[in-house]
């Protein structure tokens, strides 16, 4: 029997709502796309949107930016990183956060994964202890959660900041505390391939009115802030004003207005993700050999990926597994590829920070196979990549044991 083979593209989004594109017509049609073009007593679609996602979020106040990448520069400037700083981020996480890092002139200092592909809390206490640093950057990566009261605690025991890169975890939440509501910041990015999309964009949220000061003249609000909608009160703003150094990285009126009617949907989106999620959960969890990281029960997560981890094969094997997936449409992504392929890159690659020894990190990534899950795929198509992914993996565990 011939076998079977997925053909759908692993990139195509859902194409924008009609209602947002209504809205981004209008927005054209005004011609104002920038988003202080606003006539007295007006408010822009941007300041609008902020409002929104505060709402959503739960936050006090909100900023939109111009990416995910710059709404943690900000966040990382606003709260007082200065150039030549130590931060503490995940080892596993995508290149956008230690390059936020290093924008700031501050140095990423790496904590280990574990098989959960969350943070390492025993690595995090021990490197809050050994280099002092005062800020994690914590990266919820493919959307996968920490054991959030433990890690609060050790922050809160060495004094030290928390900023969340909630990139992928956009309406999650852990024991019914939304992600990005733990620390002192939160940051989110809405280009194309996450929970919404405007192509490109970010947002920051806090309830900290000093932070959302600073990061408003760093957004390049000149000194228009007034405008925004879920700002902190003006006096807050009366150093910042001074002191900080426009940044230019605002959001325009297009990709507010492309958004806001997303927002409305995102629950409901993420039921669909979560059901697609479990489907190819289902299609796994019973293969022998193949892992699939817990989700404590204290994790609602938003399924909008997934990842399995396969035993301690050879890169070789690895190769091959993808190379059978991908011949059946199956287009997985490897994290132990030790040369940067496509958005995927190892943090060993990232050669403007400190090289730093992570073996364990190195071990769990060499075993990390991982795909999103976008919602053009219908449950059905779910389900067919699930029984081409065990049977490929099946194939490949049998060949591995009868050649050692
Ligand atoms: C984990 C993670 N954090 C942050 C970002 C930054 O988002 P943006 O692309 O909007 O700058 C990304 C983008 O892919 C990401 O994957």
């Keep these: ?95 956008p956060v230690p390059g936020a890092i290093s924008a700031v002139g ?77 620390g002192l910041a939160a940051c989110f990015s809405t280009q194309t ?17 000093d932070l959302m000061a600073k990061a408003s003249i760093l957004s390049g609000s000149y000194m228009l802030y007034e405008k925004h909608l879920a700002r902190p009160d003006m006096d807050a703003h009366a150093e910042a004003r001074l002191d900080m150094p426009n940044c230019s990285s ?18 409901q989106n993420i039921e669909r993700w979560n059901h697609r999620y479990q489907v190819m959960e289902q299609s796994l969890q019973t293969i022998p050999g193949l892992t699939i990281p817990v989700r404590p029960q204290q994790e609602f997560y938003v399924g909008s990926s997934f990842q399995f981890l396969v035993p301690n094969w050879d890169d070789d094997a ?9 011949e059946r449409g199956v287009e997985l992504k490897w994290f132990g590829d030790a ?6 890159s190892r ?15 190195i071990l769990v990534l060499k075993r990390i196979m991982d795909m999103r899950i976008p919602l053009s795929f219908s449950v059905e198509d779910c389900q067919q990549i699930g029984q081409i992914i065990a049977d490929e993996f099946s194939k490949k565990q049998s060949d591995m044991n009868t050649s050692s």
């Design 318 to 326: 690895c190769r091959q597994f993808l190379a059978a997936c991908l």
């Design 250 to 267: 605002r959001m325009d009126n297009l990709r507010a207005a492309i958004l806001r009617p997303q927002l409305k949907l995102l629950d």
């Design 106 to 182: 501050a140095e990423p200092v790496f904590v280990e994964a574990n098989d959960n592909l969350t943070i390492d809390l025993d690595d995090l206490a021990a490197k809050l202890a050994s280099t002092g640093a005062k800020t994690l950057m914590l990266s919820h990566m493919r959307g996968h959660i920490a054991p959030m009261e433990k890690l609060c605690a050790l922050l809160e025991q060495h004094g030290a900041q928390m900023i969340e890169d909630c990139a992928h975890t956009m309406g999650a939440k852990w024991n019914g505390t939304k992600s990005g509501n733990f």
């Design 1 to 95: 029997m011939p076998q079977a083979v997925f053909n759908k593209p692993f990139t195509q989004q859902e194409p924008i709502p009609a209602d947002a594109i209504d809205e981004a017509v209008k927005v054209l049609q005004s011609g104002r796309l920038h988003r202080y073009n606003t006539l007295p007593g007006e408010f822009g679609e941007t300041a609008e949107w902020e409002r929104e996602y505060a709402a959503y979020q739960g936050s006090k106040f909100c900023l939109a930016t111009a990416s995910g990448g710059t709404a943690m520069q900000i966040a990382l400037r606003a709260s007082g990183v200065q150039a030549g700083d130590q931060v503490l981020t995940n080892a596993f996480t995508l290149a």
């Design 193 to 209: 391939y996450k929970h919404i999309n405007s192509g490109e964009g970010g947002l920051l949220t806090s309830d900290d009115p």
């Design 339 to 344: 040369n940067p392929v496509g958005f995927t």
């Design 347 to 361: 943090f060993d690659s990232w050669r403007y920070a400190q090289n730093q020894s992570l073996d364990q990190t």
